[in-house]
């Protein structure tokens, strides 16, 4: 079974800093890897997937990430953060050699970017 | 276009009763899903349906917890003799079918408050 982890609970970031949100997985195949967020009091939006290709993937509103398949990792980035960044994030990690499987999501990480 | 949709928007009901929340997913999305987020914390996956089928209900938390879909598109969460601790906002979401690859898209939510 597929697992992911979001190691931090909170990360706090200047505006104009550049940020890292991270997410490690475990899954037996090969991995499709999602980012999602969520914005107070509203539903979550999708920010970005891997499934195959470029390890660099990017994504709505400046976001990137980078599929490392040696570390296990899909980290979240964005060069210069900005205020409206702030937010709560989700990793998601599907195994795509098993075929969908109950949906799993990382505990969060809450995003505060202060001015 | 036509996100999905979620109704009402909050619910505040008394311990004990019975409570019927909604979902409108995209048209022409296959499958849906529902979720339970409280207190801004995680994600736990309750359901899915692919068409109107409901392969796996094991999510649900307890057997007060019912859900159906019908006519492949409106499904509803039935919640029976609510408790205190089924307070939570419930997301819905839907995507093109029940792949490993297809990203979800989210209703708002319903938020439940149960006295």
């Known amino acids: 079974a597929q697992s992911v982890a979001q190691p931090e609970d909170q990360v706090n970031v200047a505006e104009g800093n550049p940020l890292t949100v991270k997410c490690t997985y475990s899954?037996?195949?090969?991995?499709?890897l999602f980012w999602y967020v969520q914005y107070p009091n509203r539903g979550l939006q999708f920010l970005l997937k891997y499934i195959t290709g470029d390890n660099l993937v990017k994504g709505s509103y400046g976001f990137e990430a980078e599929f490392n398949k040696s570390q296990t990792s899909f980290h979240l980035k964005k060069p210069s953060a900005l205020v409206s960044d702030s937010a709560l994030y989700f990793c998601?990690?599907?195994?795509?050699?098993?075929?969908?499987?109950?949906?799993?999501f990382g505990t969060g990480t809450r995003l505060l970017v202060s001015p | 276009g036509a996100g999905v949709s979620q109704s009402p928007s909050n619910k505040v009901t008394e311990k004990g009763k019975d409570v019927e929340l909604r979902c409108d997913p995209i048209s022409g999305h296959t499958a849906l899903y529902w979720y339970r987020q409280s207190l801004g914390q995680g994600l736990e996956f309750l359901i899915y349906f692919q068409g109107n089928s409901a392969p796996d209900k094991s999510g649900l938390p307890s057997d007060r917890f019912s859900a159906e879909r019908t006519g492949g598109s409106v499904s509803t969460l039935t919640i029976q003799r609510t408790q205190q601790e089924d307070s939570a906002v419930y997301l819905c979401?839907?995507?093109?079918?029940?792949?490993?690859?297809?990203?979800?898209?989210f209703g708002p939510g319903t938020r439940l408050t149960v006295l």
């Open positions: 979401a839907s995507s093109l079918a029940v792949s490993s690859y297809n990203e979800q898209f």
């Open positions: 899954v037996s195949g090969n991995p499709y």
């Open positions: 998601d990690v599907r195994d795509k050699d098993t075929g969908f499987q109950k949906l799993v």
